[in-house]
Protein backbone atom coordinates (compact mmCIF):
# COMPACT_ATOMS: atom_id res chain seq x y z
CA UNK A 1 0.00 0.00 0.00
CA UNK A 2 2.64 2.56 0.79
CA UNK A 3 4.32 2.58 -2.70
CA UNK A 4 0.65 2.92 -4.04
CA UNK A 5 0.12 5.73 -2.41
CA UNK A 6 3.51 7.19 -3.19
CA UNK A 7 2.93 6.64 -6.93
CA UNK A 8 -0.31 8.56 -6.22
CA UNK A 9 1.01 11.35 -3.94
CA UNK A 10 3.66 11.86 -7.11
CA UNK A 11 1.44 11.60 -9.57
CA UNK A 12 -0.81 14.31 -8.00
CA UNK A 13 2.17 16.64 -8.57
CA UNK A 14 2.84 16.01 -11.39
CA UNK A 15 -0.81 17.06 -12.68
CA UNK A 16 -0.41 19.89 -10.77
CA UNK A 17 2.40 20.95 -12.27
CA UNK A 18 0.94 20.06 -16.14
CA UNK A 19 -2.01 21.84 -15.07
CA UNK A 20 -0.32 25.52 -14.46
CA UNK A 21 0.94 25.16 -10.91
CA UNK A 22 4.13 26.75 -10.31
CA UNK A 23 4.50 24.79 -7.52
CA UNK A 24 2.55 21.62 -5.85
CA UNK A 25 2.63 19.48 -3.01
CA UNK A 26 0.69 16.20 -1.91
CA UNK A 27 0.07 15.22 1.22
CA UNK A 28 -1.51 11.17 1.92
CA UNK A 29 -1.78 9.38 5.15
CA UNK A 30 -3.40 5.81 5.60
CA UNK A 31 -4.56 5.80 9.39
CA UNK A 32 -6.79 2.81 11.51
CA UNK A 33 -7.66 3.70 14.85
CA UNK A 34 -9.44 1.04 17.57
CA UNK A 35 -11.18 2.04 20.83
CA UNK A 36 -12.30 -0.92 23.35
CA UNK A 37 -14.45 0.50 26.15
CA UNK A 38 -15.22 -1.90 29.15
CA UNK A 39 -18.14 -1.55 31.79
CA UNK A 40 -18.17 -3.49 34.55
CA UNK A 41 -15.98 -6.32 33.00
CA UNK A 42 -18.08 -6.17 29.73
CA UNK A 43 -16.83 -4.70 26.65
CA UNK A 44 -19.71 -1.45 26.24
CA UNK A 45 -18.05 -0.13 22.73
CA UNK A 46 -15.56 -1.54 20.07
CA UNK A 47 -14.39 1.13 17.31
CA UNK A 48 -12.45 -0.27 13.73
CA UNK A 49 -12.45 2.92 12.09
CA UNK A 50 -10.07 3.79 9.20
CA UNK A 51 -9.34 6.97 7.15
CA UNK A 52 -7.19 7.24 3.78
CA UNK A 53 -6.67 10.07 1.50
CA UNK A 54 -4.47 12.65 -0.03
CA UNK A 55 -4.29 16.63 0.48
CA UNK A 56 -3.18 18.65 -2.17
CA UNK A 57 -1.43 22.40 -2.21
CA UNK A 58 -0.92 24.35 -5.09
CA UNK A 59 0.74 27.61 -5.93
CA UNK A 60 0.38 30.23 -8.68
CA UNK A 61 2.54 32.47 -8.34
CA UNK A 62 2.26 34.53 -5.07
CA UNK A 63 -1.44 32.31 -4.26
CA UNK A 64 -2.20 29.00 -3.21
CA UNK A 65 -4.69 26.80 -3.27
CA UNK A 66 -5.85 23.88 -1.28
CA UNK A 67 -8.10 20.67 -1.97
CA UNK A 68 -8.46 17.30 -0.63
CA UNK A 69 -9.89 13.80 -1.87
CA UNK A 70 -10.45 10.55 0.09
CA UNK A 71 -10.50 8.91 -3.19
CA UNK A 72 -7.30 7.81 -4.58
CA UNK A 73 -8.50 6.68 -8.10
CA UNK A 74 -6.48 8.74 -11.16
CA UNK A 75 -9.94 10.72 -12.34
CA UNK A 76 -10.74 11.88 -8.34
CA UNK A 77 -6.92 13.29 -7.65
CA UNK A 78 -7.01 14.91 -10.88
CA UNK A 79 -10.65 16.55 -10.37
CA UNK A 80 -9.06 17.62 -6.54
CA UNK A 81 -6.00 18.76 -8.34
CA UNK A 82 -8.28 21.13 -10.58
CA UNK A 83 -10.63 22.11 -7.09
CA UNK A 84 -7.00 23.44 -5.25
CA UNK A 85 -5.65 25.21 -8.94
CA UNK A 86 -9.35 27.35 -8.47
CA UNK A 87 -9.19 27.52 -4.91
CA UNK A 88 -5.89 29.52 -5.71
CA UNK A 89 -7.41 31.60 -8.41
CA UNK A 90 -9.74 32.80 -5.31
CA UNK A 91 -6.63 33.35 -2.99
CA UNK A 92 -4.66 36.78 -1.86
CA UNK A 93 -1.54 36.87 -3.43
CA UNK A 94 1.07 36.16 -0.31
CA UNK A 95 4.68 35.83 -1.50
CA UNK A 96 5.78 34.11 1.76
CA UNK A 97 4.04 30.96 0.91
CA UNK A 98 6.64 28.50 -0.58
CA UNK A 99 7.46 25.13 -0.10
CA UNK A 100 10.42 23.32 1.94
CA UNK A 101 13.39 22.00 -0.40
CA UNK A 102 14.42 18.20 0.51
CA UNK A 103 16.77 18.07 3.59
CA UNK A 104 19.85 16.65 3.69
CA UNK A 105 19.04 14.60 5.94
CA UNK A 106 15.97 13.21 8.65
CA UNK A 107 16.13 11.95 12.57
CA UNK A 108 15.96 8.00 12.43
CA UNK A 109 13.47 6.95 14.52
CA UNK A 110 11.17 3.79 15.91
CA UNK A 111 7.65 4.51 16.04
CA UNK A 112 6.43 1.15 15.13
CA UNK A 113 5.80 -1.59 17.32
CA UNK A 114 4.79 -4.42 16.07
CA UNK A 115 3.74 -5.77 19.12
CA UNK A 116 1.02 -3.55 18.88
CA UNK A 117 -0.61 -5.06 15.99
CA UNK A 118 0.18 -8.57 16.62
CA UNK A 119 -1.51 -7.98 20.41
CA UNK A 120 -4.91 -10.22 19.80
CA UNK A 121 -8.19 -7.78 20.15
CA UNK A 122 -9.05 -10.33 23.26
CA UNK A 123 -5.58 -9.38 25.06
CA UNK A 124 -6.47 -5.62 24.85
CA UNK A 125 -9.78 -6.28 26.53
CA UNK A 126 -8.50 -8.32 29.52
CA UNK A 127 -5.89 -4.89 29.69
CA UNK A 128 -9.19 -3.15 30.31
CA UNK A 129 -11.24 -5.03 32.19
CA UNK A 130 -7.72 -5.50 34.57
CA UNK A 131 -7.33 -1.79 35.01
CA UNK A 132 -11.30 -1.58 35.44
CA UNK A 133 -10.82 -4.42 38.19
CA UNK A 134 -7.80 -2.87 39.87
CA UNK A 135 -9.74 0.43 40.47
CA UNK A 136 -12.91 -1.20 41.82
CA UNK A 137 -10.58 -3.34 44.35
CA UNK A 138 -8.84 -0.39 45.04
CA UNK A 139 -11.01 0.79 47.58
CA UNK A 140 -14.75 0.03 48.21
CA UNK A 141 -16.07 3.55 48.33
CA UNK A 142 -15.22 3.18 44.26
CA UNK A 143 -18.65 3.19 42.97
CA UNK A 144 -18.93 3.79 39.72
CA UNK A 145 -16.32 2.77 37.07
CA UNK A 146 -17.39 6.05 33.96
CA UNK A 147 -14.94 4.75 31.33
CA UNK A 148 -12.21 1.93 31.11
CA UNK A 149 -10.56 2.19 27.86
CA UNK A 150 -8.09 0.97 25.63
CA UNK A 151 -7.26 2.52 22.39
CA UNK A 152 -4.04 2.14 19.84
CA UNK A 153 -3.83 3.01 16.30
CA UNK A 154 -1.50 3.24 13.20
CA UNK A 155 -0.56 5.64 10.37
CA UNK A 156 1.00 6.22 6.95
CA UNK A 157 2.58 9.11 5.98
CA UNK A 158 3.96 10.18 2.14
CA UNK A 159 4.67 13.81 1.40
CA UNK A 160 6.00 14.41 -2.24
CA UNK A 161 6.50 17.97 -3.18
CA UNK A 162 7.25 19.41 -6.65
CA UNK A 163 11.19 20.74 -5.49
CA UNK A 164 12.06 16.85 -5.10
CA UNK A 165 10.90 16.42 -1.70
CA UNK A 166 9.97 12.79 -1.33
CA UNK A 167 9.78 11.06 2.45
CA UNK A 168 7.60 8.86 4.17
CA UNK A 169 6.79 7.13 7.69
CA UNK A 170 4.99 4.30 9.81
CA UNK A 171 3.82 5.20 12.99
CA UNK A 172 2.14 3.60 16.06
CA UNK A 173 1.23 4.56 19.35
CA UNK A 174 -0.99 2.68 22.10
CA UNK A 175 -2.94 4.45 25.24
CA UNK A 176 -5.61 3.79 28.28
CA UNK A 177 -7.47 5.88 30.23
CA UNK A 178 -10.07 5.59 33.04
CA UNK A 179 -12.52 7.31 34.79
CA UNK A 180 -14.55 6.65 37.63
CA UNK A 181 -16.47 8.40 40.78
CA UNK A 182 -15.98 7.33 44.22
CA UNK A 183 -18.88 7.71 46.81
CA UNK A 184 -19.29 8.37 50.61
CA UNK A 185 -22.80 9.00 51.81
CA UNK A 186 -24.10 12.03 49.35
CA UNK A 187 -20.85 12.93 48.74
CA UNK A 188 -18.69 11.64 45.59
CA UNK A 189 -15.60 12.82 43.59
CA UNK A 190 -14.06 11.63 40.32
CA UNK A 191 -10.62 10.40 39.62
CA UNK A 192 -8.56 9.33 36.24
CA UNK A 193 -5.56 8.37 34.98
CA UNK A 194 -4.25 8.02 31.31
CA UNK A 195 -0.90 6.50 29.72
CA UNK A 196 -0.34 6.72 25.74
CA UNK A 197 3.12 5.36 24.90
CA UNK A 198 4.74 4.52 21.55
CA UNK A 199 5.38 1.11 23.19
CA UNK A 200 2.71 -1.70 24.17
CA UNK A 201 5.16 -2.89 26.97
CA UNK A 202 5.02 0.67 28.52
CA UNK A 203 1.45 0.16 29.64
CA UNK A 204 0.70 -0.45 32.99
CA UNK A 205 -3.12 -0.93 33.44
CA UNK A 206 -2.49 -2.34 37.12
CA UNK A 207 -0.89 1.13 37.98
CA UNK A 208 -3.52 3.36 35.98
CA UNK A 209 -6.37 1.88 38.20
CA UNK A 210 -5.41 2.23 41.47
CA UNK A 211 -4.06 5.56 40.46
CA UNK A 212 -7.50 6.83 39.38
CA UNK A 213 -8.82 5.33 42.64
CA UNK A 214 -6.65 6.80 45.02
CA UNK A 215 -7.20 10.22 42.94
CA UNK A 216 -11.04 9.96 43.85
CA UNK A 217 -10.67 8.65 47.10
CA UNK A 218 -8.15 10.82 48.24
CA UNK A 219 -10.81 14.15 47.80
CA UNK A 220 -13.61 12.81 49.43
CA UNK A 221 -14.40 14.75 52.70
CA UNK A 222 -13.23 17.76 50.67
CA UNK A 223 -14.55 21.46 52.26
CA UNK A 224 -13.70 24.89 51.02
CA UNK A 225 -10.30 26.62 52.31
CA UNK A 226 -9.47 30.33 53.31
CA UNK A 227 -9.29 33.12 50.92
CA UNK A 228 -5.06 34.07 51.09
CA UNK A 229 -1.35 34.03 49.83
CA UNK A 230 0.39 30.31 49.63
CA UNK A 231 2.68 28.62 47.84
CA UNK A 232 1.13 26.34 45.26
CA UNK A 233 2.20 23.01 44.01
CA UNK A 234 0.96 22.26 40.88
CA UNK A 235 0.82 18.34 40.22
CA UNK A 236 2.15 17.01 36.67
CA UNK A 237 -0.97 16.72 35.02
CA UNK A 238 -2.41 20.55 36.37
CA UNK A 239 0.88 21.88 35.10
CA UNK A 240 0.78 20.25 31.65
CA UNK A 241 -2.08 22.02 31.30
CA UNK A 242 -0.98 25.37 31.52
CA UNK A 243 1.49 24.55 28.75
CA UNK A 244 -1.96 25.14 26.65
CA UNK A 245 -1.44 28.80 27.38
CA UNK A 246 1.83 29.00 26.49
CA UNK A 247 2.01 26.91 23.26
CA UNK A 248 -0.19 29.25 21.84
CA UNK A 249 1.52 32.10 22.85
CA UNK A 250 4.98 30.42 21.68
CA UNK A 251 3.70 30.55 18.09
CA UNK A 252 4.91 32.43 15.75
CA UNK A 253 2.07 32.79 13.89
CA UNK A 254 0.80 34.40 16.87
CA UNK A 255 3.27 36.56 17.23
CA UNK A 256 2.91 38.12 13.89
CA UNK A 257 -0.58 38.27 14.10
CA UNK A 258 0.45 40.41 17.87
CA UNK A 259 -1.72 37.76 19.74
CA UNK A 260 1.01 36.29 21.91
CA UNK A 261 1.87 37.80 25.51
CA UNK A 262 5.86 37.08 24.39
CA UNK A 263 5.81 38.66 21.48
CA UNK A 264 8.78 40.93 21.26
CA UNK A 265 10.23 39.39 24.24
CA UNK A 266 13.20 37.24 22.63
CA UNK A 267 16.69 36.97 24.99
CA UNK A 268 14.09 38.63 27.45
CA UNK A 269 13.56 36.90 31.24
CA UNK A 270 10.06 35.62 30.96
CA UNK A 271 9.85 32.71 33.78
CA UNK A 272 12.21 31.88 36.94
CA UNK A 273 15.59 30.61 36.30
CA UNK A 274 14.39 26.77 37.31
CA UNK A 275 12.11 26.65 34.01
CA UNK A 276 13.23 25.56 30.62
CA UNK A 277 10.42 24.56 28.19
CA UNK A 278 11.17 22.53 24.87
CA UNK A 279 9.32 21.10 22.03
CA UNK A 280 11.13 18.05 20.87
CA UNK A 281 9.49 16.13 17.49
CA UNK A 282 12.34 13.83 17.40
CA UNK A 283 11.94 12.84 21.64
CA UNK A 284 12.07 8.78 22.08
CA UNK A 285 9.12 7.40 22.58
CA UNK A 286 7.39 10.95 22.07
CA UNK A 287 3.55 10.39 21.19
CA UNK A 288 3.98 13.18 18.96
CA UNK A 289 7.09 12.04 17.31
CA UNK A 290 8.22 11.86 13.50
CA UNK A 291 10.75 12.16 11.46
CA UNK A 292 9.61 15.41 9.35
CA UNK A 293 6.21 17.35 10.19
CA UNK A 294 3.32 18.40 7.69
CA UNK A 295 5.42 19.83 5.34
CA UNK A 296 8.71 17.59 5.05
CA UNK A 297 10.86 19.93 7.22
CA UNK A 298 13.19 17.27 9.17
CA UNK A 299 11.44 17.87 13.16
CA UNK A 300 13.26 19.22 15.95
CA UNK A 301 14.31 19.62 19.32
CA UNK A 302 13.56 23.56 19.71
CA UNK A 303 14.45 25.11 23.47
CA UNK A 304 12.20 27.64 23.62
CA UNK A 305 12.31 29.03 27.41
CA UNK A 306 16.05 28.64 28.84
CA UNK A 307 16.82 29.03 32.40
CA UNK A 308 14.17 31.68 31.91
CA UNK A 309 15.19 33.31 29.05
CA UNK A 310 12.83 33.01 25.71
CA UNK A 311 14.79 32.22 23.22
CA UNK A 312 12.43 32.20 19.98
CA UNK A 313 9.54 30.83 18.57
CA UNK A 314 7.96 27.67 16.75
CA UNK A 315 7.65 28.19 13.13
CA UNK A 316 6.18 26.41 9.52
CA UNK A 317 7.81 27.44 6.64
CA UNK A 318 5.61 30.38 5.75
CA UNK A 319 5.99 31.97 9.66
CA UNK A 320 9.31 31.64 9.08
CA UNK A 321 9.41 32.99 5.63
CA UNK A 322 8.00 36.18 7.33
CA UNK A 323 10.91 36.48 9.67
CA UNK A 324 13.67 34.93 7.42
CA UNK A 325 14.64 32.37 9.63
CA UNK A 326 14.56 28.39 9.45
CA UNK A 327 11.52 26.41 10.04
CA UNK A 328 11.74 24.39 13.72
CA UNK A 329 9.99 21.99 12.19
CA UNK A 330 6.46 22.73 13.42
CA UNK A 331 4.09 23.02 10.80
CA UNK A 332 1.35 20.51 12.25
CA UNK A 333 -0.39 18.91 10.24
CA UNK A 334 -3.52 16.17 11.79
CA UNK A 335 -5.14 15.39 8.69
CA UNK A 336 -4.55 15.08 4.66
CA UNK A 337 -8.09 16.87 5.20
CA UNK A 338 -5.88 19.94 6.63
CA UNK A 339 -3.19 22.71 5.72
CA UNK A 340 -0.31 22.66 8.07
CA UNK A 341 -0.58 25.15 10.86
CA UNK A 342 2.03 26.25 13.94
CA UNK A 343 1.68 23.73 16.28
CA UNK A 344 3.48 21.90 18.89
CA UNK A 345 4.97 18.18 18.68
CA UNK A 346 6.00 16.95 21.98
CA UNK A 347 6.30 19.97 24.26
CA UNK A 348 7.05 19.82 27.69
CA UNK A 349 8.67 21.81 30.68
CA UNK A 350 12.18 19.89 31.87
CA UNK A 351 12.46 17.91 34.85
CA UNK A 352 14.04 19.59 38.33
CA UNK A 353 16.12 17.46 40.53
CA UNK A 354 13.99 17.73 43.90
CA UNK A 355 11.20 14.78 44.14
CA UNK A 356 7.78 15.53 44.85
CA UNK A 357 8.35 14.35 48.29
CA UNK A 358 11.59 17.17 48.88
CA UNK A 359 9.26 19.97 47.42
CA UNK A 360 6.38 19.14 49.56
CA UNK A 361 8.23 18.97 52.55
CA UNK A 362 9.59 22.24 52.80
CA UNK A 363 6.33 23.62 52.55
CA UNK A 364 4.83 24.86 56.18
CA UNK A 365 1.67 26.10 54.75
CA UNK A 366 0.44 25.36 50.90
CA UNK A 367 -1.81 24.36 48.15
CA UNK A 368 -1.26 21.31 46.60
CA UNK A 369 -3.70 21.45 43.25
CA UNK A 370 -4.54 18.31 41.85
CA UNK A 371 -7.33 19.60 39.63
CA UNK A 372 -8.05 23.30 37.66
CA UNK A 373 -11.24 23.99 36.27
CA UNK A 374 -11.57 26.46 33.33
CA UNK A 375 -8.40 26.11 31.62
CA UNK A 376 -10.09 27.46 28.13
CA UNK A 377 -11.18 30.40 29.77
CA UNK A 378 -7.33 31.97 30.51
CA UNK A 379 -6.61 34.93 28.28
CA UNK A 380 -3.62 33.66 25.75
CA UNK A 381 -2.80 37.51 24.44
CA UNK A 382 -2.70 39.00 28.60
CA UNK A 383 -1.95 35.80 30.30
CA UNK A 384 -4.54 36.62 32.76
CA UNK A 385 -5.91 33.55 34.70
CA UNK A 386 -8.79 32.80 37.13
CA UNK A 387 -9.19 29.38 37.83
CA UNK A 388 -11.42 26.90 40.17
CA UNK A 389 -9.04 24.52 41.79
CA UNK A 390 -9.35 21.79 44.03
CA UNK A 391 -6.54 19.64 45.81
CA UNK A 392 -5.16 18.98 49.24
CA UNK A 393 -3.61 21.44 51.67
CA UNK A 394 -0.08 20.88 52.84
CA UNK A 395 0.66 21.84 56.58
CA UNK A 396 4.31 21.17 58.06
CA UNK A 397 5.40 19.20 54.64
CA UNK A 398 2.77 16.90 54.74
CA UNK A 399 -0.45 16.67 52.85
CA UNK A 400 -3.18 16.76 55.15
CA UNK A 401 -6.97 17.09 54.06
CA UNK A 402 -8.63 17.58 50.77
CA UNK A 403 -9.95 20.88 49.80
CA UNK A 404 -12.90 21.77 47.10
CA UNK A 405 -14.38 24.98 46.37
CA UNK A 406 -11.50 26.70 45.24
CA UNK A 407 -10.06 29.64 43.08
CA UNK A 408 -6.55 30.71 42.01
CA UNK A 409 -5.53 33.33 39.72
CA UNK A 410 -3.20 35.57 38.29
CA UNK A 411 -0.63 35.34 35.36
CA UNK A 412 1.30 33.06 33.42
CA UNK A 413 4.24 35.26 33.66
CA UNK A 414 4.49 36.12 36.73
CA UNK A 415 3.28 32.30 37.50
CA UNK A 416 6.48 31.35 35.64
CA UNK A 417 8.45 33.44 37.62
CA UNK A 418 7.97 33.00 40.91
CA UNK A 419 8.64 28.89 40.81
CA UNK A 420 11.21 28.06 43.01
CA UNK A 421 11.08 24.07 42.85
CA UNK A 422 10.91 21.72 39.62
CA UNK A 423 10.63 18.11 40.74
CA UNK A 424 12.93 15.30 39.07
CA UNK A 425 8.89 13.47 38.01
CA UNK A 426 8.49 14.42 34.20
CA UNK A 427 4.97 12.77 32.87
CA UNK A 428 3.69 13.03 29.49
CA UNK A 429 -0.11 13.42 28.87
CA UNK A 430 -0.04 12.94 25.34
CA UNK A 431 2.13 15.55 23.35
CA UNK A 432 2.17 17.76 26.72
CA UNK A 433 4.50 17.01 29.82
CA UNK A 434 5.25 18.50 32.85
CA UNK A 435 7.21 17.79 36.18
CA UNK A 436 5.66 18.73 39.78
CA UNK A 437 6.07 22.65 39.98
CA UNK A 438 6.20 24.90 42.75
CA UNK A 439 4.85 29.01 43.23
CA UNK A 440 6.53 30.64 45.93
CA UNK A 441 3.26 32.79 45.88
CA UNK A 442 -0.40 32.97 43.97
CA UNK A 443 -3.67 34.31 45.36
CA UNK A 444 -6.24 31.83 46.34
CA UNK A 445 -9.43 32.58 46.87
CA UNK A 446 -11.76 30.72 49.31
CA UNK A 447 -14.19 30.94 51.75
Known amino acids: MPAKIKNCAENAVQKALGLGASMA ?6 SRELVIEVRNGEVETMKLAGDRGMGIRVFTGARAGFAYTTDLRDSAVEEAVRQALANATCAEPDPHRLLPQPAPFYPEMNLYDPRIKAAT ?21 VS ?3 SSTYQDGEVEVT ?31 TGFALSYSLRLEDLDPIRLGRLAASRAVRMLGAKPGVTQQATVVLEPYVAAGFLGMLAHALSAEAVQKGRSLFAGKVDEKVASPQINVVDDGTLANGISSAPFDGEGVPTSRTVLIKEGILQGYLHNTYTAAKDGVQSTGNGVRGTFKATPEVGITNFFIEPGGK ?5 IKEIDNGFYVTEVMGLHTANPISGDFSFGAAGLWIENGRLTRPVRGMAIAGNIVELLSNVDAVGSDLEFFGSKGAPTIRISRLSISGQ
Open 25 to 30: EAYASN
Open 121 to 141: VEEKIVMAQEMENEARAYDQR
Open 144 to 146: IIE
Open 159 to 189: LVNSHGLSVEYTGGYCGMYIALVAGKGEESQ
Open 355 to 359: TPEEI
